[in-house]
């Protein structure tokens, strides 16, 4: 079963500021199946990005996703306030799917 | 529009049974190349995976709670249900279903939740 690590645990940054999340896997994943979510408060995960590096439908274009391999990263390159939440990666393979820990992007 | 709604008890007790129904719309269960997943996050936690079906019925399941899980779907009532045996109050949790493209495997759409506590 592929492990998925992301890091840091917790990003403190002002609205404005470029976010990088990273991901890595314990063994190589298909780009194409590596995907990342947003999750808020008391809410359901939402999709952003899928394949690595594609977004979702009606994602903004300040999100976006790239990596290969075993490291893989979400970039949002200007933190509006709703960006603030907690980011999940995801992966595919060998039938069984995984998620990363998780890293939550708070207000500085 | 694609929806799923899940639905099931809020409350078990430890060794019963848990079964959860997922109703959906907007896609089809019987062809297409979509399937429905199993996910949930224990209180603060992360998200973990748990099962998922697709069209053509194909199965999978977490490797760590397989023994316990069953999953299956009835098309003419638009519904995935998953079981979950001799539960557990670490299995305390808010159980999401959301879609997922066959030989894509990422969830684009999904369910609200629904939070299940196991306690005596």
């Known amino acids: 079963e592929i492990v998925l690590t992301q890091s840091p645990g917790t990003l403190s940054l002002f609205p404005g500021e470029r976010a990088t999340l990273s991901c890595r896997a314990s063994q190589s994943v298909s780009s194409s199946y590596l995907a990342w979510y947003q999750q808020k408060p008391g809410q359901a995960p939402r999709l952003l990005i899928y394949?690595?590096?594609s977004r979702a439908t009606g994602i903004p274009d300040r999100f976006s996703g790239s990596g290969s391999g075993t490291d893989f990263t979400l970039t949002i390159s200007r933190l509006e306030p709703e960006d603030f939440a907690v980011y999940y990666c995801q992966q595919f393979g060998s039938s069984l799917l995984t998620f990363g820990g998780g890293t939550k992007v708070e207000i500085k | 529009q694609v929806t799923l709604k899940e639905s099931g008890p809020v409350l078990v007790k430890p060794t019963e049974t848990l079964t959860l129904t997922c109703t959906v719309s907007g896609f089809s269960l019987s062809n297409g190349r979509m399937g429905v997943s199993w996910i949930r996050q224990p209180p603060g936690k992360a998200l973990e995976w748990l099962a998922h079906?697709?069209?053509?019925?194909?199965?999978s399941y977490s490797t760590s709670l397989k023994s316990r899980l069953t999953i299956s779907k009835d098309t003419s009532k638009s519904q995935v249900v998953l079981s979950m045996t001799n539960m557990d109050p670490v299995d305390t949790a808010t159980y999401y279903c959301?879609?997922?493209?066959?030989?894509?495997?990422?969830?684009?759409?999904w369910g609200k939740g629904t939070t299940v506590t196991v306690s005596s």
């Open positions: 394949g690595a590096s």
């Open positions: 959301a879609r997922i493209g066959q030989y894509r495997y990422y969830m684009d759409v």
């Open positions: 079906i697709f069209s053509n019925d194909e199965k």
